[in-house]
């Protein structure tokens, strides 16, 4: 998928700004760098992100919850307001490019007429109906707190959006018994080739089996695919 790059004007000087320099002062880079991944989610999200999803954001970013409210909170860098959290700066820029690019269409269609106006209406309709499926994407990824959390404690990162869809089917009892034990079977499965791929688990409802916890030093209580894979190991 081809992905857009936007930047802001006199962005480049953006590390001597006063409110990021302040930041930078009292977090360093990783608070410049947590600056930068929230203003990267709001711009993929549509500008306004919740409150609530920040404990996802900093498991994405390996931090703490308290580093990226420090962030949002304590700079001027952010408005809060009704659960939502957005950057002033990312709105004007945001409408700035919807504005610039409503002009260039309108100019489009006053300098070519109406038969390229009527082949630009058509690209605008399929362009409106891209936005609004990728806003649906966003939508899923983005917002799926619940799922996000258990991708993250179940640690086997391969298959994310098929294992998302099979998310997806499942009801609210079965995604809250996902993630309550979630970490209960990734402790019995210390060792990532022997737990199952995200999607297979979701797919069979394993959360629903039960979990064996083993002695990792008695190895007669290891599988027989296990123990082989230990004795060549050995060789």
Same mark, same amino acid.
């Given at each position: 998928?081809?992905?857009?790059?936007?930047?802001? $004007?006199?962005?480049?000087?953006?590390?001597?700004?006063?409110?990021?320099?302040?930041?930078?002062?009292?977090?360093?880079?990783?608070?410049?760098?947590?600056?930068?991944?929230?203003?990267?989610?709001?711009a993929n999200?549509?500008?306004?992100?919740?409150?609530?999803?920040?404990?996802?954001?900093?498991?994405?970013?390996h931090c703490?919850?308290?580093?990226?409210?420090?962030?949002?909170?304590?700079?001027?860098?952010?408005?809060?307001?009704?659960?939502?959290?957005?950057?002033?700066?990312?709105?004007?820029?945001?409408?700035?490019?919807?504005?610039?690019?409503?002009?260039?269409?309108?100019?489009?269609?006053?300098?070519?007429?109406?038969?390229?106006?009527?082949?630009?209406?058509?690209?605008?309709?399929?362009?409106?109906?891209?936005?609004?499926?990728?806003?649906?994407?966003?939508?899923?990824?983005?917002?799926?707190?619940?799922?996000?959390?258990?991708?993250?404690?179940?640690?086997?990162?391969?298959?994310?959006?098929?294992?998302?869809?099979?998310?997806?089917?499942?009801?609210?009892?079965?995604?809250?018994?996902?993630?309550?034990?979630?970490?209960?079977?990734?402790?019995?499965?210390?060792?990532?080739?022997?737990?199952?791929?995200?999607?297979?688990?979701?797919?069979?409802?394993?959360?629903?089996?039960?979990?064996i916890t083993?002695?990792?030093? $008695?190895?007669?209580?290891? $599988?027989?695919?296990?123990?082989?894979?230990?004795?060549?190991?050995?060789?």
């Amino acid at each position: 998928m081809k992905s857009n790059t936007y930047y802001f $004007s006199h962005d480049y000087n953006a590390a001597n700004d006063t409110k990021i320099l302040f930041l930078r002062h009292q977090l360093g880079m990783e608070g410049y760098g947590i600056y930068w991944y929230l203003i990267e989610q709001l711009a993929n999200a549509g500008g306004k992100l919740p409150l609530e999803l920040i404990p996802v954001l900093a498991m994405q970013m390996h931090c703490t919850d308290v580093k990226v409210n420090g962030v949002l909170m304590n700079f001027d860098l952010f408005t809060i307001e009704s659960n939502e959290f957005w950057s002033e700066r990312l709105q004007n820029h945001l409408e700035l490019r919807l504005k610039l690019s409503e002009s260039g269409k309108t100019g489009a269609n006053n300098r070519w007429g109406n038969r390229e106006a009527i082949g630009e209406g058509n690209a605008k309709e399929s362009k409106v109906k891209e936005i609004k499926e990728n806003k649906n994407k966003i939508n899923l990824s983005v917002y799926n707190i619940d799922f996000e959390e258990w991708w993250f404690k179940y640690d086997k990162k391969t298959g994310k959006e098929k294992a998302l869809s099979k998310w997806n089917l499942l009801n609210k009892q079965e995604k809250d018994l996902a993630l309550s034990i979630v970490e209960n079977y990734v402790n019995s499965t210390p060792d990532k080739k022997f737990r199952k791929d995200p999607s297979t688990y979701l797919h069979n409802k394993s959360f629903n089996d039960e979990i064996i916890t083993r002695n990792n030093t $008695s190895s007669d209580k290891l $599988s027989y695919a296990e123990r082989e894979w230990n004795r060549l190991k050995n060789l």
